[in-house]
């Protein structure tokens, strides 16, 4: 099969491909451009772990035709780093996975973080946790339990729009 | 242990970096997405491996013809198991199976040939291109049928389909039993378990000009990998070379090494190139190595008071079609039970059966998980029998510190009484059990496990572990450690010791892990052995470094060594704390004193804490961590759907190294066990020829983030004198109660014994309408009768 040239914004910047028509996104990003930070765990949509943004919403790069983004403002892991929210290389979110270590072996992360990311911005407000379970209800992880991952969002969206009383932290 | 002969470290330097919060050492990057995990290792020219796997439960191979695979374009090599044949395994006692099959298949999903091809395609359709004759043989899915059949399933197994049988007897169980006031018999069905990682098991090997073959795995345990690798490859250890990349989780299921280590390594030799596999979610089913299913029949002696009078076990262990670590999960399903409640006589019959199913191993709290279910829900039993408090009557038969064990393990710290209390109060639990209305309840259990083995896998008399420390004039360290850190936290463990002993920040500390080229060798991430074991040699060389820099200050500062402390990046004068240096001064005094600074530290484990008879030395350890568990659960009468609301976890972890990693242990294993016991099974249909009942994520059904209980982890803290600064395990030990006390709030919630896992809503269904028929005839009373009882019974 030829390969397709494929053209996408990646993470604010345009980035062209040849890869396999066929080929899922998850597989262009990492066997293409090297964007190893969407994990494959389990290559069928049941994990989370390949989760990306596709125009701010979170979506399952294993089960995205990579053509079919084509034109659309796609998001990685690795774009946290320099978005309006992150100071000194790191966004709130990822200092506050830090802080709790929320992340043990990390392989889900990358996907929870994107899943994450969307919901926060989405809301704009401090969440709690119930809001937390379900947005993350798609993205599964075997280490944590969730309970520091569900703290440490929380925490991020309090330091990023304030705490739950409405004061500014 | 520390310090304490040495009186040049009798300094105290409290809570410089122990029992605090730390940020992981490596866990920023790979929230960045940076870190390069097996899987995102690139190479130029890497080929990719894929392997054929038998359809088939059980069948003689009569012939493979690769020729079409090997004519294909793309296809640059094709292995068969004839080309590897001598037989591995990780205990060595047992090498019972090959890279892949020579004359038989043993399981759906055993290897039988494998392709190094350009791409993935490409290698999926060689592999479809082989073709393989077989000639079936009768499967045998169940260890009973499997011991009385005709028919030999592993082709090394000498005794049939018998794997191990362990019988040991301590004191005199028959009068222990006849003696007793209530004796509980009950019979338990443990349905097996997967691990689950998130990162599939993944490997990449590739040999250089100067003929030393590297292999990357995301591996557990790299130096026995290595071992076998050395073995079956036919090659001298000194001319592989393992790397653990960052690990994606494993839980024990990467413990051992597994067909596509020896797939890539041999691919890589026959065809020039860099070779990597990646196994599929459901390859990662299939080879499994997770929890044996057990069957157990317990009899449990009480006299009236509650105390344990004796205690009887059968055992059977379903196990799959090769050894893995079985010839020790075997002895592990009796041998670590004899704590945290004193057994004044005990006798196990453990016996475990090789099957027509993926081979079973270690899974977080490796033999132990399966019979602790089995003795928790029986001492639930008795209580209500001889109506005492649970909590109360475990306190009755607590062991205490300092003790030995029926089975003659010597117990050091034991911080089980504080851990039921601090359960006990969490859960208010004395006020709330018994208001809660029917379909509500509280259920409690306890639990002890191993901080690794007092004996290696295979017997040597060389270090169980030991680290290289070494400090730079620029005021940073680095460690050198064989150990793999499988996201537990071991690198930051390590950091967090060295930067205790010498001042520093966790980021002035580098830690080098998991290269068999670069690290001294360690025994792996098993048995919960790192943190005591690792972490004495660490401590071991970390104090040698300390003593040289506070002799180059105490020196300078014309001081006895023994006032100069070194804390918060600066060297101290302890009785003039306004009189400091740099740590990066004295770092470089201490170098212009003694030379570069580098140390080796080692720990070895006491021989004098196993049983003195054949089998004593499995499952004895240095020390023993202890668990609590109260689980509240709301069952739905109506539909058997059991929602577990929270679950208060105490472990006695001897001393919190770092606060935040140890909770998350905690947490992390209620969750599992929580999941074992509602949700989980992994097991083969027998009507559909032996495949996986449901070999993906989607199916195999793990908790969400919406599934999860909250957990409230409580840290516990009973130092042992055998831990670096006292520390114990904390990764495996909390799962064990999760399921007991969730069995025990079932029954607190609506009178119903599950005694087999899991407990999924038909199956708790079933036993709540067999006990409202009971009811309505009167052979049974009625459950929490009036008005706490069942919505639609409190008029009656």
Not at chain 1, 118 to 131: C, H, I, K, Y
Not at chain 2, 15 to 38: F, P
Not at chain 2, 528 to 543: E, F, K, P, Y
Not at chain 2, 567 to 589: C, H, N, Y
Request: hydrophobic fraction near 40%; include cysteine; proline fraction near 6%.
């Amino acid at each position: 099969m030829p390969d397709a040239l494929l053209s996408l914004r990646i993470n604010g910047e345009s980035l062209h491909a040849a890869a396999p028509a066929h080929w899922t996104l998850l597989e262009v990003l990492r066997y293409r451009l090297d964007l190893i930070g969407s994990k494959q765990g389990c290559d069928k949509g049941d994990c989370g772990a390949c989760t990306v943004q596709v125009d701010g919403q979170p979506v399952l790069a294993c089960l995205t035709l990579a053509s079919a983004v084509q034109g659309r403002e796609l998001r990685t892991v690795e774009g946290l780093a320099w978005m309006p929210a992150a100071a000194r290389g790191c966004h709130p979110l990822q200092d506050a996975f830090d802080r709790w270590d929320a992340a043990q072996c990390g392989f889900c992360t990358p996907g929870i973080l994107m899943a994450a990311e969307a919901l926060l911005s989405r809301l704009r407000r401090p969440v709690v946790n119930a809001e937390v379970r379900e947005a993350l209800a798609g993205n599964l992880c075997r280490c944590t339990g969730y309970t520091k991952i569900i703290d440490a969002i929380i925490d991020a969206s309090e330091q990023m729009f304030g705490s739950t009383d409405g004061q500014p932290t | 242990m520390t310090d304490s002969a040495d009186p040049d470290t009798l300094d105290h330097t409290p809570d410089w970096q122990l029992g605090k919060s730390h940020r992981k050492v490596d866990a920023m990057e790979r929230m960045r997405g940076i870190t390069r995990y097996t899987d995102d290792i690139k190479l130029p020219g890497l080929l990719h491996c894929k392997i054929l796997r038998s359809p088939h439960a059980h069948a003689n191979i009569v012939s493979v013809d690769t020729s079409r695979a090997e004519a294909m374009e793309g296809v640059f090599a094709v292995l068969v198991g004839a080309e590897l044949p001598i037989p591995y395994g990780v205990i060595p006692w047992t090498p019972d199976e090959t890279a892949l099959a020579v004359t038989k298949v043993c399981y759906v999903g055993d290897g039988v040939a494998a392709v190094a091809a350009i791409d993935e395609d490409t290698a999926n359709a060689a592999i479809r291109a082989i073709e393989v004759v077989y000639e079936l043989l009768p499967a045998y899915y169940d260890p009973q049928e499997a011991l009385a059949g005709d028919h030999t399933i592993n082709p090394f197994a000498r005794r049939g389909n018998l794997s191990k049988d362990v019988v040991l007897e301590f004191g005199d169980v028959e009068s222990s039993l006849d003696e007793a006031d209530l004796v509980v018999e009950g019979e338990y069905f443990f349905e097996g378990t997967t691990h689950g990682a998130i990162e599939p098991h993944c490997a990449v090997a590739q040999v250089e000009p100067n003929g030393v073959l590297t292999v990357w795995s995301a591996t557990q345990v790299s130096h026995y990998l290595h071992r076998e690798l050395a073995k079956v490859l036919e090659r001298p250890a000194h001319t592989i070379r393992v790397i653990q990349p960052p690990l994606g989780g494993a839980f024990g299921g990467k413990s051992e090494p597994f067909d596509l280590e020896f797939c890539v390594a041999k691919l890589a030799e026959k065809s020039g190139r860099p070779v990597k596999c990646l196994y599929t979610r459901e390859e990662v089913f299939y080879s499994h190595r997770g929890r044996h299913p057990m069957r157990m029949r317990y009899q449990t002696g009480f006299r009236q008071d509650g105390t344990i009078t004796g205690v009887a076990a059968r055992t059977y262990l379903d196990g799959g079609a090769y050894s893995s670590f079985g010839l020790v999960t075997t002895y592990y399903s009796g041998q670590l039970l004899c704590a945290p409640y004193n057994f004044p006589a005990y006798r196990f019959h453990s016996t475990r059966a090789y099957t027509n199913k993926p081979a079973c191993g270690p899974k977080r709290g490796h033999g132990s998980v399966q019979p602790r279910f089995a003795i928790e829900v029986q001492l639930d039993k008795a209580a209500i029998a001889l109506d005492i408090d649970p909590i109360e009557l475990r306190r009755r038969n607590d062991i205490g510190p300092g003790g030995e064990t029926i089975n003659e393990f010597k117990i050091g710290s034991n911080g089980f009484l504080e851990c039921l209390a601090r359960v006990e109060a969490a859960s208010s639990w004395s006020e709330r059990r018994a208001k809660l209305d029917y379909g509500r309840g509280l259920g409690v259990a306890g639990s002890t496990y191993i901080s690794g083995t007092n004996y290696p896998i295979y017997p040597n008399e060389m270090p169980q572990a030991a680290v290289q420390v070494c400090l730079d004039r620029s005021g940073r360290a680095r460690v050198f450690s064989g150990a793999n850190d499988i996201g537990q936290g071991s690198n930051t463990m390590l950091a967090v010791i060295v930067a205790q002993e010498l001042g520093l920040e966790l980021d002035d500390v580098r830690v080098l892990s998991a290269d068999s080229d670069l690290c001294p060798v360690d025994l792996g991430a098993y048995s919960s052995r790192i943190t005591l074991m690792v972490g004495n040699a660490c401590l071991d060389a970390a104090q040698k470094l300390r003593r040289k820099v506070r002799a180059a200050v105490a020196k300078r500062f014309e001081i006895p060594a023994r006032r100069v402390t070194l804390i918060a990046r600066k060297a101290m004068d302890l009785e003039d704390p306004g009189r400091s240096v740099s740590i990066t001064e004295a770092f470089q005094w201490a170098e212009a004193d003694h030379g570069l600074l580098g140390e080796v530290g080692n720990y070895n484990t006491p021989k004098d804490r196993h049983g003195s008879y054949r089998g004593g030395t499995i499952g004895a350890s240095p020390a023993y961590s202890f668990t609590a568990h109260v689980a509240e659960v709301e069952v739905d009468a109506d539909t058997g759907v059991v929602e577990v609301k929270h679950i208060w976890v105490a472990h006695d972890c001897g001393k919190a190294l770092s606060r935040r990693i140890v909770e998350g242990q905690i947490e992390g294993s209620a969750y599992m066990g929580f999941g074992e016991a509602l949700m989980e099974r992994h097991d083969v249909d027998p009507d559909h020829n032996g495949v996986h009942i449901g070999p993906s994520l989607l199916d195999y059904r793990m908790p969400t983030f919406l599934d999860t209980p909250e957990l409230h982890a409580m840290i516990v803290e009973a130092p042992d004198a055998q831990g670096p600064y006292g520390a114990k395990e904390a990764g495996e030990g909390p799962l064990h109660p999760s399921i007991p006390a969730i069995a025990n709030a079932i029954y607190d919630a609506v009178g119903v014994r599950i005694d087999c896992l899991p407990f999924s809503p038909p199956r708790v269904l079933a036993a709540i309408q067999d006990r409202l028929e009971l009811e309505d005839a009167g052979e049974s009373p009625v459950f929490k009768a009036g008005s706490r009882g069942r919505s639609d019974r409190r008029s009656a």
